[in-house]
């Protein structure tokens, strides 16, 4: 199961709006086929976005629907550095309760 990691950079003066856009999303997007999680994080500088799918081609489902699409136009210009999106498998370690994100 695809875990995924993207970090959002919004300009400063966008952060509000890039807020709003990362929200705005996340109902239809955890109503896509698939998703296990789309948890949204935030620091001062950046949003992070942890995901988990069933599976990549439902992960690449998503990256081609309409919520992500949206987002992206709402996005555009606002960012002071692309979309880091990292993909990732579990490495699970000690407690399985723990040491990796449920399924």
């Known amino acids: 199961m695809p875990i995924i990691v993207a970090t959002v950079l919004p300009k400063t003066e966008h952060r509000d709006e890039v807020k709003e856009a990362l929200l705005a999303a996340a109902p239809a997007v955890h ?3 698939g998703c296990h999680l789309y948890a949204m994080h935030e620091a001062a500088d950046r ?3 942890i995901e988990s799918w069933e599976s990549l081609e439902d992960m690449g489902a998503h ?3 309409e919520a992500f699409t949206a ?3 709402a996005l555009d210009g606002k960012l002071s550095a692309p979309l880091d999106i990292v ?3 579990a ?3 000690g407690d399985p309760a723990k040491g990796a994100l449920p399924a």
Do not use: D
Request: overall charge neutral; charged content about 20%.
């Open 31 to 33: 109503q896509e086929k």
């Open 71 to 73: 987002m992206g136009k």
């Open 63 to 65: 990256a081609q629907g």
């Open 91 to 93: 490495l699970p370690a």
């Open 87 to 89: 993909v990732l498998e």
């Open 47 to 49: 949003f992070v976005v």
